[in-house]
């Protein structure tokens, strides 16, 4: 079945630094999304990737989906604080997310 | 307007026994999910039901059976509890079927002993 991978697995900067998650799909994706958990907390939906070689930015957050629509991959420039979480990327399957396994990021201030 | 709600928030049960969990979609959305949260893992896809119909049903064992009402609002059953279902169970709604965002609950904590 389809597969998503997602990688690193944890990542700890120092407040300032960058940040960069990466996500591959054992299949050809329709679409990617991004959702952000905060430690104890639920997915929050992030953004929607649609387009081969689409790249959209939110602040400091730039998402970007291959052109083979198999990767995405998430920067996040100058990290704060309030960044910490685990960031998923999700495949989606005519409505059925299939999940990374998350990079939790930890940002020492 | 509120969010979507799942109860309980957190429930205890015993091995062998069997659960029900509720979700109340965002108005107006006619898409609810179901997913299972192994602490340390991504969501995992148990259940997709859009207009009371289901459309997608996850690698799951057949203890697991959920359903839509006419109102949309879910139920997830869980019946012969395993140890390893404990989990943190999410349930998402949506305008449509696919290719939209995913507004998540709060979740059921549901621990097995």
């Known amino acids: 079945g389809q597969q998503v991978m997602q990688i690193p697995q944890y990542q700890h900067v120092q407040e300032g630094e960058d940040f960069t998650t990466y996500c591959n799909s054992s299949?050809?994706?329709?679409?990617i999304q991004w959702y952000k958990q905060r430690p104890g907390g639920h997915p929050v939906f992030l953004i929607q990737?649609?387009?081969?070689?689409e790249v959209k930015k939110q602040k400091r957050l730039t998402f970007q989906f291959g052109e083979a629509k198999k990767n995405s991959s998430l920067h996040i420039t100058a990290t704060q604080t309030t960044d910490v979480g685990t960031y998923f990327c999700a495949g989606d399957n005519t409505g059925k997310l299939i999940f990374g396994q998350g990079t939790t990021l930890q940002v020492k201030p | 307007d509120a969010g979507v709600t799942q109860s309980p928030t957190h429930l205890i049960k015993t091995r062998g026994q069997h659960v029900t969990l509720r979700c109340s979609p965002i108005?107006?959305?006619?898409?609810v999910s179901w997913y299972q949260q192994v602490l340390g893992q991504g969501p995992q896809f148990i259940f997709q039901?859009?207009?009371?119909?289901?459309?997608g049903r996850g690698n799951f064992p057949d203890r697991f059976s959920a359903r839509q009402f006419p109102n949309y609002s879910s139920e997830l059953n869980v019946n012969a509890l395993l140890l390893g279902d404990s989990a943190l169970y999410l349930c998402?709604?949506?305008?449509?079927?696919?290719?939209?965002?995913?507004?998540f609950g709060q979740g059921t904590r549901l621990t097995v002993v």
């Open positions: 299949t050809t994706l329709s679409n």
């Open positions: 039901y859009y207009e009371k119909e289901e459309r």
């Open positions: 990737l649609v387009k081969s070689g």
């Open positions: 108005s107006g959305h006619k898409s």
């Open positions: 998402a709604s949506s305008l449509i079927s696919g290719g939209t965002e995913a507004f």
